[in-house]
Nanobody, 121 residues
């Protein structure tokens, strides 16, 4: 089991960029696949991006391809989500997830508490 803490959320304007961070502790970080999910008001939680333990493979939802980039630094036990060209529809609570096996929408052995991102038009 790994503990996850997200940071970096906030209020930005459409077109701006934002970088989220998720720091992990309590487990062997480098053995976990990691992902970023978003839950918008009134909608189900959606997997936006995920990265394998080695960083060799990634997954992106169509809604963020070309705008968001996931990366990880195993030396710092941290995974990042660089978000560019933000849109109002990117508004939501962003969660970090870890999984020992799965990569993508079905992953999620462990979850962070979430960080709010609000994009104004």
């Amino acid at each position: 089991q790994v503990q996850l803490v997200e940071s970096g959320g906030g209020l930005v304007q459409a077109g701006d960029s934002l970088r989220l961070s998720c720091a992990a502790s309590g487990g062997t970080f480098s053995r976990y696949n990691l992902g970023w999910f978003r839950q918008a008001p009134g909608k189900e939680r959606e997997c936006l991006a995920a990265i394998t333990w080695s960083g060799g493979n990634t997954y992106y939802a169509d809604s963020v391809k070309g705008r968001f980039t996931i990366s990880r630094d195993n030396a710092k036990n941290t995974v990042y989500l660089q978000m560019n060209s933000l849109k109002p529809e990117d508004t939501g609570v962003y969660y970090c997830a870890a999984d020992a096996v799965l990569l993508g929408p079905r992953m999620g052995d462990d979850w962070g508490q979430g960080t709010q991102v609000t994009v104004s038009s």
